[in-house]
């Protein structure tokens, strides 16, 4: 069982817009601001979509955003388009004893 | 360009040692960290440990304290990842990720995964 809670599977038609969710607890998702997102294509390794919980590295599309309240973190993609269908993780800082926690992962399917 | 360039796959019968390495290229090698994440076959990520590229400390993750080293070779840019008594659990894909941070930061590179199977 992972340390964050994250929805199985979500899905949405092209040019929609998805939230995923990720829900930990005021050790780690709620006390930091230290969550990042994961982008992974089946067979490769996962990509840096989201850190501190709104960030976006250079190169990935403004359709990608993070936000957080309380102990649940979400990444939003809207505008979806086919290159997003991939399993989405979150991750969080939890403190120097237990230090990063990963979630379960979300598959996407554009439909 | 930036790269961290992992070793090729393993097959190690049970109670076995497996050592996988991560070669950087692109960066200063010792401003950086790399940690080692694992995913189980059709499973989540799961991270395993960190090490200080430039001074060598490291912290591991409590489920793997007694059975993970790592370590760091700063001639050759090269992070080490040794996980001894193999079961058939530890089969997976290993990851060599980097932060700027200690443990704050995001994993903003990762490798390619080295496959590990345990196996009778």
């Known amino acids: 069982q992972s340390a964050l809670t994250q929805p199985r599977s979500v899905s949405g038609s092209p040019g929609q817009s998805v939230t995923i969710s990720c829900t930990g607890t005021?050790?780690?998702?709620?006390?930091?601001?230290?969550v990042s997102w994961y982008q992974q294509h089946p067979g490769k390794a996962p990509k840096l979509m989201i850190y501190d919980v709104s960030k976006r590295p250079s190169g990935v599309p403004d359709r990608f955003s993070g936000s957080k309240s309380g102990n649940t973190a979400s990444l939003t993609i809207s505008g979806l388009q086919a290159e997003d269908e991939a399993d989405y993780y979150c991750c969080s800082y939890a403190g120097s004893y237990i230090s990063v926690v990963f979630g379960g992962g979300t598959k996407l399917t554009v439909l | 360009q930036v790269h961290l360039v992992q070793s090729g796959a393993e097959v190690k019968k049970p109670g076995a040692s497996v050592k996988v390495s991560c070669k950087a290229s692109?960066?200063?090698?010792?401003?950086?960290?790399i940690h080692w994440v694992r995913q189980a076959p059709g499973q989540g990520l799961e991270w395993m440990g960190i090490?200080?590229?430039?001074?060598?400390?490291?912290s591991y993750a409590q489920k793997f304290q007694g059975r993970v080293t790592m370590t760091r070779d700063t001639s050759t840019s090269t992070v080490y990842m040794e996980l001894s008594s193999l079961r058939s659990e530890d089969t997976a894909v290993y990851y060599c990720?980097?932060?700027?941070?200690?443990?704050?930061?995001?994993?903003?590179?990762w490798g390619q995964g080295t496959m590990v199977t345990v196996s009778s």
């Open positions: 692109g960066y200063t090698f010792t401003s950086y960290y």
């Open positions: 090490i200080n590229s430039g001074g060598g400390s490291t």
């Open positions: 005021s050790s780690d998702v709620g006390g930091y601001n230290y």
């Open positions: 990720a980097r932060t700027y941070g200690w443990l704050i930061d995001a994993f903003d590179i």
